[in-house]
């Protein structure tokens, strides 16, 4: 997506940003380098021309490749804003079905798509997933309307490092563009980003922009959704795999999201470089620790366990590599069934039986306070886990408008709302209802008592409403 930024993320990952573009394919050789025992079939593959190949795949996917433009709306500014946002994506099928990626669609109140053909059509989310940055669109197309070009899904998991691939999207807002370049690493793990799958890695060219396009081999399939670049110089993008696309496409065509399983365990490899800590043997995958409320914690689970199997399927992660693959198989347990877990603690193996329940949503709901001038959001754990280590339910200062009511007070980004004017704040309803009767009540009373947690400390702010910043 064009100008999208994300904070919070810890090492590699904080110099990355939205908008990659990956694609696959092997390297032909020339035939003067091949050996001259190759067979004719050898032979005859190198003798093809690598631009006519290119030029072969690039035809089978890039009709349907379309610019994506969005309106969303943001509220990190303090106020809610209208933005337009701008992204790629590839037509899955011939009735209109688009992939893309979470963050060129998130909040969006209106999204439209232009075919490189010059058709533009209105589209509607069919669902997406802010685990994986995947989402899928559906083109509004007339009663009778012709199939359109769409590209096919190859094998992610057959490519290898040196294959080459294209890019394919529309980089900075601009029309559609081709890069060229090579598969860098096909099993990358990018810390806090890295849940459920890992990254194809690719010198090939990726813009902002280039978000949502499609990653394509040298047999024109499509083997992965562009989505990262990054910023420390030089080319380095990253892109969704295409066989954890297929998981998530799928979910969402059944049932409109994808509902990933929850149990709550924090897992670490045998052998974690980063950390230094090395554990003995070669199966399985250490329990770090269990989420608060979680199911894995009501079941008993203790860190150092050592998980060997789920519903007598052998997991192992020596590497951190190795993570993403066993966090889908517990993602995509039944929910609130029981599940037969193997763990080892110490010398004496254990059954421990968990029943996984719906991980819900990630991210919490935002609220316009106008006249405050500031912005709320509800605390989540998943998004907001040090703010929900002391609220379990609430809401936050999430943006501050400046020059504003909310900033001349002291008020600050993350502070958590436990009180107004006495009355306690525990949910999006009680603030939205208490803002209501501030505003209904302005020239009566405008000023009020916030009671704010500001990093575990409790403190008593006053808010004076009577200037209207707006005028």
């Not at 990933?260 to 250490?286: A, C, H, M």
């Not at 609430?394 to 020059?403: A, M, N, R, S, T």
Request: hydrophobic residues 40%.
């Amino acid at each position: 997506m064009h100008k999208y930024r994300m904070d919070g993320l810890s090492g590699l990952a904080r110099a990355l940003t939205f908008g990659v573009a990956i694609a696959t394919g092997s390297l032909i050789a020339h035939a003067q380098s091949l050996p001259a025992s190759a067979s004719p079939a050898d032979k005859a593959q190198a003798a093809l021309d690598f631009r006519q190949v290119i030029a072969d795949a690039k035809e089978k996917v890039f009709p349907a490749v379309v610019y994506i433009r969005c309106l969303r709306e943001s509220m990190e500014g303090g106020k809610k804003e209208t933005q337009e946002v701008s992204g790629s994506g590839v037509i899955m099928t011939p009735d209109g079905e688009v992939i893309t990626n979470w963050h060129v669609i998130d909040k969006a109140s209106s999204v439209r798509c232009l075919l490189s053909d010059g058709r533009a059509f209105r589209a509607t989310i069919v669902g997406s997933d802010k685990s994986t940055d995947l989402a899928m669109l559906r083109l509004q197309l007339e009663p009778g309307s012709p199939p359109l070009p769409h590209a096919t899904f190859g094998d992610s998991s057959s490519l290898n490092e040196g294959d080459f691939v294209m890019a394919m999207g529309a980089p900075f807002g601009l029309n559609r563009s081709v890069t060229i370049g090579i598969i860098a690493c096909t099993t990358r793990y990018l810390e806090d980003i890295s849940e459920y799958s890992l990254w194809l890695q690719t010198d090939a060219s990726i813009n902002p922009g280039n978000s949502g396009g499609p990653l394509v081999n040298t047999l024109g399939q499509v083997i992965g959704i562009n989505t990262r670049g990054s910023q420390m110089g030089g080319d380095m993008g990253f892109a969704v795999p295409s066989k954890a696309v297929r998981v998530v496409a799928d979910q969402i065509r059944l049932q409109g999201e994808v509902a990933w399983s929850w149990t709550g365990l924090q897992l670490q490899p045998l052998r974690d470089f980063n950390k230094n800590t090395y554990f003995d043997g070669t199966e399985g995958v250490i329990v770090a620790a269990t989420d608060p409320d979680s199911p894995a914690r009501a079941a008993g689970f203790e860190p150092r366990d050592r998980l060997t199997s789920v519903n007598g399927e052998k997991i192992t992660a020596l590497t951190a590599e190795e993570l993403p693959a066993v966090q889908m198989t517990l993602g995509l347990l039944p929910k609130d069934t029981p599940a037969s877990f193997t763990v080892l603690r110490g010398s004496e193996t254990k059954e421990i039986k968990v029943s996984p329940r719906a991980k819900g949503k990630v991210e919490g709901e935002e609220l316009d306070l106008p006249r405050w001038d500031f912005t709320a959001k509800s605390i989540n754990q998943f998004d907001n886990p040090d703010l929900y280590f002391h609220r379990k339910e609430g809401v936050f200062v999430f943006g501050l408008k400046y020059p504003g009511n909310a900033g001349n007070a002291g008020l600050r980004q993350k502070d958590i709302i436990t009180q107004i004017e006495g009355q306690p704040v525990t949910s999006m309803d009680q603030l939205r209802a208490l803002h209501k009767t501030a505003i209904e009540n302005v020239s009566a009373k405008n000023r009020y008592v916030f009671t704010v947690l500001r990093g575990g400390l409790q403190k008593q702010i006053v808010l004076d409403f009577a200037r209207d910043f707006s005028k």
